[in-house]
Nanobody, 120 residues
């Protein structure tokens, strides 16, 4: 199983980026999916989560600016980031809780990280 993240880059303050993360491999189902980020010198923090049914939660610092969504048919989670600020600069990691059978527990998988730099 692999999670392939993409979409990071350099953007000016106030700009937008859309991150994607696709799950590949033989799985039974994907439960919750999430985006985390880790800024230089800081601990990794949870940014947003989305359940298989589409319920979402966000950290306060990005509410109203970021939107998490998913396409269950494609096994992909997205993070639309608008009104970006320099403090959003970080490596962004996707996370998926994956099951390999109807009675399987959830297993955590991580993408490789994609760098978002917000700077003028």
């Amino acid at each position: 199983v692999q999670l392939q993240a993409s979409g990071g880059g350099l953007v000016q303050p106030g700009g937008s980026l859309r991150l994607s993360c696709a799950v590949s491999g033989r799985i039974f189902s994907i439960n919750d999916m999430a985006w985390y980020r880790q800024a230089p010198g800081k601990q990794r923090e949870l940014v947003a989560t989305i359940t298989s049914g589409g319920s979402t939660n966000y950290v306060d610092s990005i509410k109203g600016r970021f939107t998490i969504s998913r396409d269950n048919a494609k096994g992909t989670v997205y993070l639309q980031m608008n009104s970006l600020k320099p403090e959003d600069t970080a490596v962004y990691y996707c996370n998926a809780r994956i099951r390999f059978g109807p009675r399987s527990p959830d297993y955590d998988y991580w993408g490789q990280g994609t760098l978002v730099t917000v700077s003028s």
